[in-house]
C-alpha cells in the first residue's frame, strides 16, 4: 500500500507542464493525462484527504504516548485580618495585610493499559489511511477514463473528416470528368449537376464535422483545465493496448479493483471498531507523576511563609463495572455496521464481474467488427479507385460512382466508429482491472 502512496505521489509532483503557446500544437495523449492529472480539482482534495489521514494515523492519536502538562498560577491579595489562637497567643488584628501566592508544575499522565483500545485505534487509523490512498486512486482513474474518452473522440471526429476530406477529392475528379466531356460533347449536363450536388453536400457535412470537432476539443480543454479558446490538433490515429482474458480478468477484479479495494478497506475499519468498544468492558491503568513547586506568603497571621517543592508518583485504576448496557449496545450497532460493509462489498464485487462481463463481451464484438471495418474500408477504397478510373477512361456511369463513393463514405463512418468503440471498451476494462494507472 505504501508503493502505491509513493508511485501517486510521485506522479501527481513530477508531472511535466505543457503548454499551449503555439497554435495548433500536436497535444498526445499522454500529456493529456498529465494535464488532467496536475489540473484536476477532485484529486487534489483527494490528495489532500490522503494527507490528512496521514497526519492523523500516529501513536499519540492511538493513546500510545503519554501526556505532559505544565502549570503555573499566582496571585496577590491585601486583606483585612482578624485571626485569635486557640494557644493563648496573642490576637491578630490588622488591615492592608498583603499576601501573595506562586505555584507551578509539571503533569504526567500515562494510559499504560486501556483494554488493548489503543492497538485497535492505531490499526484502525492505519486501514482510514490506505482506504484514502485507494480513494485517491479511484479519483485518479475516473479523471484518466473522461480524458481518455474526450481525447479519442477527437480523434474519432479528426478520422472521420479525413475520410471526409477523401470523398470530397473524388467529387472534384467527377466534375473535372463531367465538364470535360461535357466540354466535348459526349457527357451529360445532369452528370456535371449531380457531381456539383454531391459536393455541396460533402461541404456541408464537413462543415457540420467541423462544428462537432471543435465542440469536441473544447470538451477536452475544459476537463484538463485550461484555457478553452486554446487551439490544439491531437494525434490523428487511434492505439491499442492488450487486454488479458477473461478468466484473467475475472480473478483480477478482486484483488486490484480500486472500487472493491476500498469497500473492503471498511470491513476493516468496522472490526478494529468493535475491539475499540469491546476495551470499554475492561479496567484501565494509567500513571500519575508531577513535580511541583508551591509559595505563599503573608505579612500577618500564624503562618508567614510556605513553601513546597518535590514530586509526586501515583497511579489510577478504574474499571466500568455497568454503564446501563450502553458497551453492549455500541458493540451490536458496530456488528450490524460490519455485516452491512461484508454484504456491501459482496453486492460490488457482483456487478463488477457483471460490469466487466459485459465489457469484455462488448470488447470482443467490437474487436471483431473491427477488424472487418477495416478489411470493408480496403474493399471501398479499391472500388472507389476502379470506378473513377473506369469513370475517366469512360467505361464507368455516374450510378456506378455515386454509389461506389456511398459506400466508402459509410465504411469511413463505420470504421472510425468500430475504432472508438473498441477504445472505449479498453478503457473500461483497463479501469475494472486496476490498470489505467499503473
Known amino acids: 500500500m505504501k ?5 501517486i505521489c510521485i506522479l501527481l509532483l513530477v508531472l511535466p507542464f505543457v503548454g499551449f503557446a503555439q497554435k495548433d500544437s500536436i497535444l498526445t495523449y499522454q500529456q493529456a493525462i498529465e494535464i488532467a492529472l496536475k489540473n484536476n480539482y477532485d484529486i487534489q482534495i483527494a490528495k489532500n484527504n490522503v494527507s490528512i489521514a496521514d497526519k492523523q494515523n500516529t501513536y499519540g492519536a492511538a493513546g500510545f504516548l503519554p501526556r505532559v502538562d505544565a502549570l503555573a498560577s499566582g496571585s496577590i491579595a491585601s486583606n483585612s485580618t482578624h485571626q485569635e489562637f486557640s494557644t493563648g ?16 508544575g509539571v503533569y504526567l499522565t500515562w494510559t499504560v493499559f486501556d483494554g488493548l483500545k489503543m492497538f485497535a485505534t492505531k490499526e484502525r487509523l492505519q486501514q482510514l489511511e490506505e482506504q484514502g490512498q485507494y480513494a485517491l486512486k479511484i479519483q485518479i482513474e475516473n479523471t484518466m ?55 455541396n453536400a460533402l ?10 470537432l471543435s465542440e469536441y476539443k473544447s470538451n477536452l480543454l475544459t476537463l484538463l483545465k485550461v484555457d478553452p479558446f486554446s487551439s490544439i490538433a491531437v494525434d490523428t490515429d487511434f492505439t491499442f493496448e492488450t487486454i488479458k482474458s477473461v478468466d484473467e480478468i475475472k480473478q483480477s477484479i478482486e484483488k486490484t479493483n480500486s472500487s472493491v479495494l476500498f469497500a473492503q478497506k471498511n470491513i476493516s475499519v468496522y472490526n ?8 470499554q468492558a475492561l479496567p484501565k491503568l494509567a500513571l500519575n507523576a508531577n513535580y511541583l513547586f508551591g509559595r505563599n506568603e503573608n505579612s500577618a497571621g500564624f503562618t508567614l511563609l510556605n513553601q513546597n517543592l518535590g514530586y509526586n508518583l501515583g497511579f489510577t485504576f478504574s474499571w466500568n463495572l455497568y454503564n446501563g448496557w450502553n458497551t453492549h449496545n455500541q458493540i451490536t450497532v458496530a456488528q450490524y455496521q460490519l ?3 461484508i454484504l456491501n462489498v459482496e ?21 471483431q467488427i473491427l477488424d472487418l471495418e477495416e478489411e470493408n474500408i480496403k474493399l471501398a477504397e479499391e472500388s472507389l479507385k476502379i470506378t473513377t478510373e473506369r469513370l475517366r477512361i469512360g467505361l464507368g456511369s455516374s450510378i456506378e460512382i455515386i454509389e461506389s463513393q456511398q459506400s466508402y463514405e459509410d465504411a469511413v463512418t463505420r470504421l472510425v ?22
Do not use: C, P
Not at 478520422?159 to 466535348?184: C, F, H, M, P, Y
Open 3 to 7: 508503493h502505491l502512496t509513493k508511485h
Open 89 to 104: 497567643a496573642a490576637s491578630v488584628n490588622k488591615d492592608g495585610v498583603t499576601s501573595n501566592a506562586v505555584s507551578s
Open 145 to 199: 477514463q473522461q480524458v481518455a474518452l474526450s481525447y479519442f473522440q477527437v480523434v474519432k471526429q479528426q478520422q472521420l473528416i479525413r475520410g471526409i476530406n477523401a470523398a470530397k477529392a473524388v467529387s472534384e475528379e467527377r466534375i473535372k470528368i463531367a465538364d470535360k466531356k461535357l466540354t466535348i460533347g459526349s457527357g451529360s449536363n445532369v452528370d456535371l449537376l449531380q457531381a456539383k450536388l454531391d459536393m
Open 203 to 212: 461541404r456541408s457535412q464537413l462543415l457540420t464535422e467541423q462544428n462537432s
Open 272 to 279: 478494529q471498531y468493535i475491539k475499540e468498544v469491546r476495551s
Open 339 to 341: 455485516q452491512n460493509s
Open 347 to 367: 453486492s460490488l464485487k457482483l456487478n463488477m464481474y457483471s460490469t466487466t462481463n459485459v465489457a469484455y463481451l462488448k470488447w470482443l464484438g467490437n474487436k
Open 417 to 438: 466508429n468500430a475504432r472508438y468503440n473498441v477504445k472505449e471498451a479498453e478503457v473500461t476494462l483497463k479501469k475494472l482491472t486496476g490498470e489505467l494507472v499503473k
